[in-house]
């Protein structure tokens, strides 16, 4: 299948997209790492559950801001949250159990989860940005009735 005009980004485009996952994700992961330290930390939950439940909240947060302000995607959401979804229904299982197995081993718990997150920031984008978004990049209108009305003035 070859890529219509509106898939091809330039360069710069490319980059200013890897720029804008990159630190929403890094906004996601301060999210992830506050809510599995007050999890583990400060209600001593074992850290399987802890690390599932920060997971849940960052990738909320961060498919909502991806999907509006990196991708710029009016693909339907339902759909776009299935696919993730997918992606999910096999990296979270991965991912508690070699946390948990490695927790279990020794390691230590921010070492595990700080791998585990650097792995999701690069599988996640490359599933963002090659199955779910692929033919729909750019394609969000912007509406006057989205400003806030400090940006009118």
């Known amino acids: 299948m070859q890529a219509t005009e509106q898939e091809r980004l330039t360069g710069k485009e490319n980059i200013t997209q890897v720029t804008k996952f990159l630190l929403f994700s890094i906004s996601a992961g301060i999210i992830q790492v506050i809510v599995f330290t007050l999890m583990f930390e400060a209600l001593h939950v074992p850290y ?59 390691w230590h718990e921010y070492i595990v989860l700080g791998l585990t997150m650097v ?9 963002n940005r090659f199955v779910i978004y692929r033919n729909s990049m750019n394609t969000r209108a912007t509406h006057t009735s989205e400003r806030t009305p400090l940006s009118t003035l």
């Open 48 to 106: 399987w559950l802890s690390y599932l439940t920060a997971l849940i909240a960052s990738v909320l947060y961060n498919f909502t801001v991806n999907r509006r302000f990196t991708f710029k995607s009016a693909n339907n959401i339902p759909l776009a949250m299935i696919q993730l979804g997918i992606y999910y229904a096999i990296f979270t299982p991965l991912s508690t159990w070699w946390g948990d197995a490695l927790v279990g081993i020794g």
């Open 119 to 127: 792995t999701n920031l690069i599988t996640e984008f490359c599933v």
